[in-house]
């Protein structure tokens, strides 16, 4: 025990010492203080700390007698060791305490922190959601939140008119509250068993050839629609390459190289680097590309892409009515003043002209318009960008670069044809290739 090798002995009763080799402690080597004292038979040597940390010989010595008395009372601590594990249990017992007390508004906090950045591109809007949904609850003890007061706020939600967003709140509560057992802030899930108030279904909305048409038109002229030029490039961009509404309106000029549209893996869903081949209709789309900046910047902030949720936005606010997964009168809005105003002014007239859709369903409609075209499922998703299974990943690494520009150049042909009447250059039909 080198640690105890060469000690001094102090003035003061069990108390020794041992200078540090090279730290101070004013003009003087900085001192170790050990403890060598014998209770019940048994001779203890502990280390008591330096002088440094405030330590005297005079504690030191006090301790000795403080742990002498403990023994002769059969109760307390009668050495260091004992000393600092009833310290520790009352750190550990503290911290569960303050783990039982913790409130939904910091669960939440926590579960986007760890879980929410780390794992997810989507960690701003379920926090959004979590923070607007949960927000009657937000200074309740997680532990104290029932299956009674989970479905009753599930219900609330549907009862607004949404219920899909009842089945996401769901399944963002419950996998919250599996992290806040595993965290031990709470022993039970009240979301574990429950269902949401209706069955999720799924979005089937695919725009017609008649739609697209409409669409397009609308989007290119913009007569009396309230959208910027970014906005309906953007938004017909991504019914010409099929990607995801959000990485299309984040597009930014390093990631373009002629005909090919790099999307960084930070930028990806599934967290992989995807190369998009741009016809001329995406290029037309893309237009003036700027030196170093986002092709679709926000109108308040030219350093910041549109933001993610403005496509829906746009495109509810010009289609006539209300999106069914929404309250129809802005009951639950943030701003109520604001939402029944907009309710008791509703627009006149639907100012694109087909039924509502979603920026996501012009992605549906490009994989089945591909489809309908007879290319194949493989090199339609690898397109979109659709994960593969484990092996797939694994062993098979080609870059379908050709299949990606042939089956884009024919979804882009049949949407020439559409939106003009006209034909463009002939293609191979991706289904003769095989």
């Known amino acids: 025990m080198a640690l105890f090798d060469g000690l ?42 330096y002088t440094s940390e405030g330590k005297t010989e005079l504690d030191a010595e006090n301790k000795i007698t403080e742990f002498r008395a403990n023994y002769r009372a059969g109760k307390g601590p009668i050495c260091l060791a004992d000393d600092r594990e009833i310290e520790r249990r009352a750190a550990a017992e503290e911290e569960a305490r303050q783990r039982r007390e913790i409130t939904v508004s910091q669960l939440i906090s926590h579960f986007i922190e760890d879980h929410g950045k780390r794992k997810k591109r989507s960690w701003r809007e379920d926090e959004r959601a979590l923070r607007k949904d949960l927000e009657p609850w937000a200074n309740w003890r997680v532990k104290d939140v029932t299956r009674r007061d989970a479905k009753g706020l ?124 741009l016809t001329d209709m995406a290029l037309d789309l893309i237009g003036a590309i700027p030196s170093d900046g986002y092709i679709f910047p926000s109108p308040k902030n030219a350093a910041q892409p549109i933001a993610g949720n403005a496509m829906a936005l746009s495109l509810r606010r010009n289609i006539l009515g209300a999106d069914p997964g929404y309250p129809v009168k802005g009951e639950g809005g ?54 593969t299974d484990l092996l797939e990943e694994i062993y098979n690494l080609y870059d379908y670069d050709d299949e990606k520009r042939a089956a884009l150049t024919l979804w882009a042909e049949y949407l020439q044809k559409i939106t003009t009447g006209k034909s463009g250059a002939n293609v191979v039909n991706l289904a003769d290739r095989r």
């Open 8 to 49: 001094k002995k102090t003035k003061r009763k069990g108390v020794f010492f041992k200078d540090h080799p090279t730290r101070k402690h004013g003009v003087r080597p900085d001192r170790l203080l050990i403890l060598r004292f014998t209770i019940g038979g048994k001779t203890y040597l502990e280390t008591f700390g």
């Open 154 to 277: 599930l219900d609330a939600i549907d009862q607004r008119g949404a219920p899909v967003q009842a089945f996401n709140v769901l399944c963002k509560a419950r996998k919250m509250w599996n992290m806040a057992i595993m965290w031990e802030y709470a022993e039970n899930n009240p979301f574990a068993l429950l269902e949401a108030p209706r069955p999720y279904v799924p979005r089937n909305r695919v725009l017609t050839a008649n739609e697209i048409l409409i669409v397009w038109n609308a989007l290119r002229n913009r007569e009396g629609l309230s959208m910027s030029d970014e906005m309906s490039r953007a938004l017909r961009l991504v019914l010409v390459t099929g990607q995801r509404p959000g990485e299309v309106i984040g597009m930014h000029s390093r990631e373009l190289d002629g005909r090919w549209w790099t999307i960084p893996e930070e930028r990806s869903k599934n967290k992989k680097a995807h190369r998009v081949y």
């Open 334 to 387: 943030r701003n109520k003043k604001q939402a029944a105003k907009k309710a008791e002014n509703p627009p006149p007239t639907n100012r694109i002209g087909v039924e509502h859709f979603r920026p996501h369903d012009l992605r549906r409609t490009v994989l089945t318009g591909m489809a309908r075209l007879k290319i194949p499922r493989e090199n339609r998703e690898r397109v979109v960008n659709h994960s």
